[in-house]
C-alpha cells in the first residue's frame, strides 16, 4: 500500500477508536470541546503506532488503543499550548482554537480529560500482559511530562524572555521534549506491545522528531498560513531562535535530509518491513502543512 493509503488508513482506524472512546461520554460542553479538539489532523504519532506494531506481527486490533491514546496526549497539548497563556493562538487546523470557540475554562477541562483518556486507553487488554500496559503508560507519562513534552514546552517559554537567543543544541534539547518525546514513544509502543527490542526504533524517531521540527521550522517561514491551518512566522515575529535562523533555510533544508537518511539507516535491521516507516520519514520534510 502507498503511504498515503497507509496514513489514510490508519486515520479511519484511530478515528473510529476515538469515537469509541467518546461516545458513551455526557452531552456536556467539555465533552463537545474533546471531540472537537482531537478531531482531525495527521494523525502521524498513532499511524507510527499503527505501523511500527504492524512491522513486527502486531495487528491494528492490538495496538489501536495505544494509536488512539496519543493522540488524545497530543490533542491535549495543543488544546494547552494555544491557550493565551502559552502560545496565544487563535487558529488550529484550520478552525477556531478550543479556548476561542469555547472559553479559557472549558479548554483547561478538555485538555486535563483529553490527557486522562489517554491512559485509560492504555489499560485496554487487547494490547497485551499488565506488564506491556504498564510498560506503555510509563513510557508515555515520562515522554508526556517534566522529563519529555512539558519540559520542552517550559524551555520554549523561557527562551521568550530569554537575554540572549537560543544555541543550536539548546534548540535541539528544547525540541527533543516538545516534539520529539512523543513521536520516540510512538514509534517505540509497537516494539512494548510486540515484546522486541524498541532500541532500532527510539534511534530511528529520533532523527525523525527533529527533522519533523526542521520542516515545522522551514514551513514557519515559507509554507502557506491557508495550508497549515494557523498563524506562521510567530517565532520570527518574537524574536525566537530557530532551525531556520541559525542555519539558514539551505542549512536547515540539509540537516533535515541528514536526519532522514539517518532514520533510514536505523530501520536497516527490518529489511523490507520497514518499507512505509521508511516512507513516513520521507514524508516528513516533504510536507505542506
Known amino acids: 500500500m502507498s503511504f498515503p493509503g497507509a496514513i489514510a488508513r490508519a486515520a479511519a482506524l484511530i478515528e473510529a477508536r476515538l469515537d469509541a472512546a467518546l461516545a458513551p461520554l455526557a452531552d456536556e460542553p467539555v465533552i ?7 478531531a ?14 504492524a512491522m513486527l506481527g502486531v495487528p491494528p486490533a ?10 488524545c496526549l497530543h490533542a491535549y497539548s495543543l488544546v494547552h499550548d494555544d491557550m493565551p497563556c502559552m502560545d496565544d493562538d487563535d ?9 476561542v470557540k469555547w472559553d479559557e475554562a472549558t479548554a ?12 485509560e486507553l492504555l489499560c ?5 500482559s499488565g506488564d506491556t500496559r504498564i510498560a506503555l503508560v510509563r513510557g508515555l507519562a515520562v515522554a508526556s511530562g517534566a522529563e519529555g513534552m512539558v519540559l520542552g514546552q517550559a524551555l520554549d517559554i523561557a527562551a521568550e524572555t530569554a537575554a540572549t537567543p537560543l544555541t543550536l543544541d539548546q534548540i535541539k534539547r528544547l525540541q527533543a521534549g516538545k516534539t520529539g518525546a512523543l513521536i520516540r514513544w510512538s514509534a517505540e509502543a509497537g516494539a512494548v506491545i510486540a515484546g522486541a527490542d524498541p532500541a532500532p526504533l527510539c534511534a530511528y524517531a529520533t532523527a525523525l522528531g527533529l527533522a519533523f521540527q526542521i520542516a515545522d521550522d522551514i514551513l514557519d517561514e515559507v509554507g502557506d498560513a491557508a495550508l497549515a491551518g494557523k498563524r506562521l512566522h510567530k517565532d520570527a515575529q518574537a524574536g525566537k531562535a530557530t532551525f531556520v535562523s541559525l542555519l539558514g533555510l539551505d542549512g536547515a533544508r540539509a540537516q533535515a ?5 539517518e532514520a533510514e539507516r536505523h530501520l536497516a535491521p527490518y529489511g ?6 521508511i516512507d513516513t520519514a520521507r514524508f516528513v520534510i516533504a510536507r505542506e502543512h
Do not use: C, N, W
Not at 32 to 38: K, T
Not at 124 to 128: E, F, I, Q, R, V
Open 272 to 277: 523490507a518491513k520497514a518499507e512505509t516507516l
Open 257 to 261: 535530509k541528514a536526519l532522514v537518511d
Open 32 to 38: 463537545h470541546a474533546m471531540r472537537y479538539a482531537v
Open 108 to 119: 483547561v477541562l478538555a485538555g486535563d480529560a483529553l490527557q486522562t483518556l489517554a491512559f
Open 40 to 53: 482531525g489532523g495527521k494523525r502521524l504519532r498513532g499511524f507510527l503506532v499503527l505501523e511500527s506494531a
Open 91 to 99: 487558529l488550529r487546523r484550520g478552525h477556531p482554537t478550543v479556548h
Open 62 to 71: 492490538r495496538a489501536i488503543s495505544a494509536a488512539a491514546a496519543v493522540e
Open 124 to 128: 485496554d487488554p487487547a494490547l497485551g
